[in-house]
């Protein structure tokens, strides 16, 4: 299987900071890569697809890069309601997907 | 609107069996790949099972390959999770989901397996 490495797995910024979630994949798997934030209690939500393409309705502070096996989830100025559990997947394939470990992301 | 709507958690002992079910609506249930994904307490996302829009294929993480059967009736608008011999570490909130990535989630629905 597809190994997802995510780091760091916690991180606390600044309201306004510019964040920075990596993701490496143990096998290229060219931009089937996805992006989720999970908040307690909730199902994921969906955040970026294709590596790069932007959910529809999720703020333009989010924005995802990368191919290959290395990937990054950038938030451009952090905001209170961002505080989650963000987490990268990779959907190459028709089975076998599978996630990073997560990164906790707090407010300082 | 788009929904997913889950049923069937609970409580079981090892080695019993429970059913989950995943009710759709808003959208054309039989056109869609539909997925089941777990997460442990505390633990991240783990990709469980996955069947074809029509049924006509299944796959299924090794975790659970041999114990648990994921089904589909689009007459229903129905996707159903039949887990076996149920282990201490399959306790899970487990979610059902639309396309993948997944752009749709149920609510989840909490299974503790438990003596």
């Known amino acids: 299987d597809i190994q997802m490495t995510q780091s760091p797995s916690t991180l606390s910024a600044s309201v306004g900071d510019r964040v920075t979630i990596t993701c490496r994949a143990s096998l290229s798997i060219s931009d089937w890569l996805a992006w989720y934030q999970q908040k307690p209690g909730k199902a994921p939500k969906l955040l970026i697809y294709k590596a790069s393409t932007l959910e529809s309705g999720v703020p333009s502070r989010f924005s995802g890069s990368g191919s290959g096996t290395e990937f990054t989830l950038t938030i451009s100025s952090l905001q209170p309601d961002d505080v989650a559990t963000y987490y990268c997947q990779q959907y190459e394939g028709y089975s076998r997907y599978t996630f990073g470990q997560g990164t906790k992301l707090e407010i300082k | 609107q788009v929904q997913l709507v889950q049923s069937g958690g609970g409580v079981v002992q090892p080695g019993r069996s429970l059913r989950l079910s995943c009710s759709a609506s808003g959208f054309t249930f039989s056109g869609y790949t539909m997925y089941w994904i777990r997460q442990a307490p505390g633990k991240g996302l783990e990709w469980v099972a996955s069947i074809w829009h029509d049924g006509s294929d299944e796959y299924y993480a090794d975790s659970v390959k041999g114990r648990f059967t994921v089904s589909r009736d689009n007459s229903k608008n129905m996707m159903y999770l039949q887990m076996n011999s149920l282990k201490a570490e399959d306790t899970a909130v487990y979610y059902c989901?639309?396309?993948?990535?997944?752009?749709?989630w149920g609510q989840g629905t909490l299974v503790l397996v438990s003596s």
């Open positions: 989901g639309r396309e993948m990535p997944v752009t749709w």
